[in-house]
């Protein structure tokens, strides 16, 4: 098939498998078995509880495909604040659940030549706190050696049951990572994780850069620009690194974020769309491998963008004045049942911040900031005001 051509079709038909049950960030492992119910105890899926978090959460698997050639495990949410994904897996499951519409091909595809086994939330007692890691204080990801935590155990115990060829670890990452040192802002990213010190490659690693370049390029489309590939340093503890070394394709998906999406409704669709190309690509592989597109994917840098990056702001003090950069963050805070959250905005970054990218910019030529320069890196960006060529007052809270 056209990857290009089946992306957009995915991506336009969407909104016919989107489940609105849920469409926020945070929310429990009880509000997701509810969201998920029909799948859970309807015919289409095989569904099992595999076991029970370290605090007694039942975990799932939903399984589907009419071959045992070509096995592929996903699991989503094993860090518990990181749930994009496993939002993206409810309208996975309408979607091959459902039948006779424009996406038949597809779906046809996808389930005669594969057999998946799904765990859509590892980590609930993590989601319960929103938090990443699980009620022991364990981060799953690095708990693939020593295996300590009960919810390590059941994924390591289903890789061994189901002995995939191609597994998918679905992630969130920080909104600030960017496509390449001075790029956009990552809305995906990708990796084919190493499996020794020496990051080599061999032909388990190459199905899966294949696989993830196939699909990038298609996501291209979508996002030009806002697509990173993640560094491969090797991490013999995490789950991606040993399944590969194992002799499992792993590809690990991180949802990153867009302006103005708080709530990573687009990341959402974007998974959506990669998640089903991914299987569909793999549907069809016979074997052969392209690692070029993998390699055209820019390096997803860490750390590297502000919600809000003025530039040239003048700022007035006995010394003299001077210009300089700022950079604001967003910092959330939950509230105490972890239901919600709300939003501080503070002052991370102030000099010369050429090299690092706004999600939304100001350029402050010609304005002076309204303050204390003594007071400047304390100042909250709620009280954060400039003053204009017109001598009028701008809130830099509004700018955000």
């Not at 010369?352 to 402050?364: E, M, R, V």
């Not at 309204?370 to 005001?385: S, V």
């Not at 400039?386 to 809130?395: A, D, L, M, W, Y």
Request: glycine share 6%; charged share 20%; proline share 2%.
């Amino acid at each position: 098939m056209d990857y290009n051509s089946t992306a957009k079709q995915l991506f336009l038909s969407y909104e016919k498998f989107f489940d609105n049950k849920i469409t926020h960030r945070q929310f429990k492992h009880c509000q997701y078995i509810a969201m998920i119910e029909k799948h859970l105890n309807g015919n289409f899926f095989n569904t099992k509880i595999i076991g029970k978090s370290f605090e007694g959460r039942e975990i799932y698997t939903l399984r589907c495909g009419k071959t045992k050639n070509k096995k592929v495990l996903i699991w989503s949410q094993m860090h518990g604040n990181e749930p994009t994904a496993t939002l993206a897996l409810a309208d996975i499951f309408n979607f091959l659940s459902s039948s006779n519409d424009s996406t038949q091909e597809i779906r046809n595809t996808i389930l005669n030549n594969l057999n998946i086994c799904f765990v859509p939330m590892l980590n609930p007692d993590g989601a319960e706190r929103f938090d990443r890691r699980n009620a022991q204080g364990i981060d799953l990801n690095r708990d693939a050696t020593k295996l300590v935590a009960p919810e390590s155990n059941l994924l390591m115990n289903l890789w061994n049951e189901v002995k995939p060829q191609v597994a998918l670890n679905l992630h969130d990452q920080e909104l600030y990572y960017t496509a390449g040192a001075g790029g956009c802002q990552t809305a995906m990213a990708f990796l084919s994780p190493a499996y020794n010190t020496s990051r080599e490659e061999n032909n388990v690693r190459h199905t899966a850069m294949h696989l993830i370049g196939q699909t990038a390029n298609s996501l291209h489309q979508f996002i030009p620009g806002r697509i990173g590939r993640y560094s491969d340093e090797y991490t013999p503890n995490s789950f991606g690194d040993t399944f590969t070394r194992l002799g499992t394709s792993s590809i690990l998906i991180e949802s990153g974020a867009m302006a103005d999406d708080n709530e990573r409704t687009l990341t959402r669709k974007l998974n959506f769309v990669a998640i089903l190309n991914i299987l569909l690509c793999y549907a069809e592989h016979k074997g052969e491998t392209n690692t070029n597109y993998y390699y055209q994917i820019p390096l997803n840098v860490k750390d590297n963008a502000y919600d809000l990056k003025i530039t040239n702001l003048t700022v007035k003090s006995q010394q003299g004045n001077y210009t300089i950069d700022i950079g604001i963050r967003r910092h959330k805070i939950n509230i105490e049942d972890f239901t919600d959250y709300y939003t501080n905005y503070r002052i991370e970054n102030i000099g010369d911040l050429t090299g690092f990218s706004g999600i939304k910019n100001y350029d402050a030529q010609g304005c002076i900031f309204d303050g204390n320069y003594n007071e400047l890196y304390i100042t909250r960006a709620a009280d954060f005001n400039i003053i204009n060529q017109k001598g009028q007052k701008i809130s830099v809270f509004n700018l955000i």
